[in-house]
């Protein structure tokens, strides 16, 4: 097992022990809540940056492919407006995720001018 993945079931368990403490102690519900709530937020960081970067971190060639098409779908540079109140609410449905993507991945506008270039071509 190599260094960073020590360290990801070292997170991992600490936050595991965190939630069971603050399940079994009476602790405040804001207070459980909250820890929840962090728990949950760098597990899904932590599977969101696994499925689309390397090792190193950077975008591997395929997730920027799927990046760029999901970008297109999800209406990410253009306007998700529609005079129909439904089709709307679709469109802005689609971009809700390519913006959780996006916040989850740590994008900056570089790498999202990058995919705005990358033409897939399938």
């Not at 499925?51 to 760029?68: E, K, P």
């Amino acid at each position: 097992m190599n260094e960073r993945n020590r360290r990801r079931m070292r997170a991992l368990r600490i936050a595991r022990e965190w939630k069971g403490l603050l399940s079994t102690v009476r602790a405040p519900l804001w207070l459980r809540a909250i820890a929840a709530l962090l728990a949950a937020i760098v597990g899904r960081r932590w599977a969101y940056r696994a499925a689309f970067t390397g090792n190193d971190g950077a975008l591997r060639i395929a997730s920027q492919h799927v990046l760029a098409d999901l970008r297109e779908f999800s209406f990410a540079r253009t306007s998700a407006f529609d005079p129909d109140p439904i089709i709307m609410a679709r469109r802005q449905g689609r971009r809700d995720v390519w913006l959780r993507i996006s916040n989850y991945l740590n994008l900056d506008e570089a790498q999202v001018q990058t995919l705005m270039e990358i033409d897939d071509g399938i």
